[in-house]
């Protein structure tokens, strides 16, 4: 006869069970030892006949647990699979939802390999870094070369400043300024992968709570 309970229940039954089929093999004893002149085996310390009873109880019960584990996880992976769950970015089964949400996280079989846009976030973020160093670092040393231009020109006496002709210098200026190329005007890229990285993240956490504590299964 069928159950029908909560995911969320089956969630925590399923937990529970890993702790508990674990727990039960560990304590288990399914081999011992005996002498032909004693009544009890070596290690368990009790008649032959009921260690041998014992014994297949305790595996019986441990390949129950383990059938009953299987049929909820079974349960679990066929609801996540057909219930679905709506975000601001999209309908997701349950299933598709927990594997974006584990990607996004950096978990799951590729861990952070597969977080694609938090690797293209880090890329843009350092490349646009580097490359507004980079300027400031070359524009630095152009006004410097700049002004040694115009000392040259003008000399010390910066009486005669205006009448000297420094629209060399400015046209050096212009021509060798190091200018940003950023067509994607990466700081606003950068803004929006973010925003609807904590936005997806808290909508598949809410709404696949939600779909959790309102779908029943059947096991």
């Given amino acids: 006869m069928s159950e029908k309970m909560l995911v969320t229940q089956a ?3 399923r937990d529970l069970l890993v702790k508990k089929i674990a727990d039960k093999i560990e304590k288990a004893s399914f081999v ?9 085996v070596y290690a368990k310390r009790v008649g032959k006949e009921e260690f041998a009873k014992e014994a297949e109880a305790a595996y019986q019960q441990i390949i129950d647990l383990i ?40 978990m799951g079989a590729y861990e952070g390999e597969a977080d694609f846009e938090g690797k293209l976030q880090d890329k ?3 490349e646009y870094g580097e490359r507004v160093r980079f300027c400031e670092a070359k524009n630095s040393q152009l006004q410097s070369t700049a002004e040694d231009m115009r000392l040259s020109i003008l000399g ?5 400043k205006d009448e000297k002709p420094l629209g060399v210098v400015d ?11 950023d067509p994607l ?21 809410t709404q ?3 779909s959790n504590a309102t779908t029943f299964i059947e096991v």
């Fill in 11 to 13: 969630l925590d039954e």
């Fill in 32 to 40: 011992d030892t005996i002498k032909p002149n004693e009544e009890k």
């Fill in 67 to 106: 059938d009953r584990f299987q049929k909820i996880d079974a349960a679990i992976v066929a609801s996540n699979a057909k219930t679905e769950i709506t975000t601001s970015y999209g309908t997701f089964t349950v299933a598709g939802a927990i594997s974006l949400r584990s990607r996004l996280r950096g």
């Fill in 124 to 126: 843009l973020r350092y």
């Fill in 156 to 160: 010390k006496d910066s009486k005669t």
């Fill in 171 to 181: 046209a050096y200026v212009k021509e060798n300024t190091t200018e940003l190329v």
């Fill in 185 to 205: 005007d990466v700081r606003k890229k950068l803004e929006a992968l973010e925003e609807k990285r904590n936005t997806l993240l808290t909508e598949l956490d």
């Fill in 208 to 210: 696949i709570k939600v």
